[in-house]
């Protein structure tokens, strides 16, 4: 879908999804950075609108990721099964390239590592009226500037912007739901919402 969608708009792929039609598999945007010479590598990104219409997006385990660019993601209206959302962004003496946007209605079920995840973003990202439930934990996250894991980033959270609120900015997170079928987890506030 991301191949045949169009522009529109802002927006250079405006993808508009099907009700009731499962689609499989994950969009990276942008960048990645690479951890031996910390540079960024791969295209640039692209202004994206995911319209779902109450589509079924089953991302097998991976993700849709807006990484290392100064481009807008904004998604709604979708179901989310077995993989996550993430915005990525670096403020470096090399680099300044931090995404922006929205995730707004949409429906998050057994996310891999977390629902949504906000790594050196923040001023300018809006996630409203989402829902997540059963954030699987798939072990440590690694760390974007050298690949290795790290225990100070535990995965099987709901929600998960950037600690670093304060050089990123701010997102404004209104109207969240998130819930673990498991009473051991679900009356753990770190597993809803947890800024690393």
Same mark, same amino acid.
């Given at each position: ?84 959302? &993430?915005? &990525? ?39 409203? &009226? ?67």
């Amino acid at each position: 879908m991301y191949d045949l969608a169009q522009p529109q708009d802002e927006f250079q792929k405006y993808i508009n999804l099907e009700t009731g039609v499962t689609y499989t598999g994950g969009l990276l945007i942008g960048k990645t950075l690479n951890p031996i010479n910390h540079l960024l590598q791969g295209n640039e990104g692209l202004n994206v609108k995911i319209v779902g219409n109450g589509a079924i997006l089953d991302l097998e385990g991976s993700q849709i990721c807006i990484s290392y660019c100064n481009n807008i993601l904004e998604i709604e209206d979708c179901i989310i099964l077995n993989g996550n959302i &993430r915005f &990525r962004g670096i403020n470096s003496d090399t680099a300044t390239q931090i995404p922006t946007g929205n995730v707004k209605y949409v429906t998050f079920y057994k996310p891999h590592d977390y629902a949504i995840r906000l790594q050196g973003t923040g001023g300018g990202i809006v996630l409203d &009226r989402n829902l997540a439930v059963d954030a699987i934990n798939t072990g440590f996250d690694f760390l974007f500037i050298n690949g290795t894991a790290n225990s100070w980033l535990p995965t099987g959270i709901n929600f998960a912007p950037s600690i670093q609120a304060g050089f990123y900015g701010t997102p404004e997170i209104t109207n969240n739901w998130s819930y673990f079928s498991k009473e051991s987890e679900n009356i753990d506030p770190l597993k809803h919402f947890t800024f690393l």
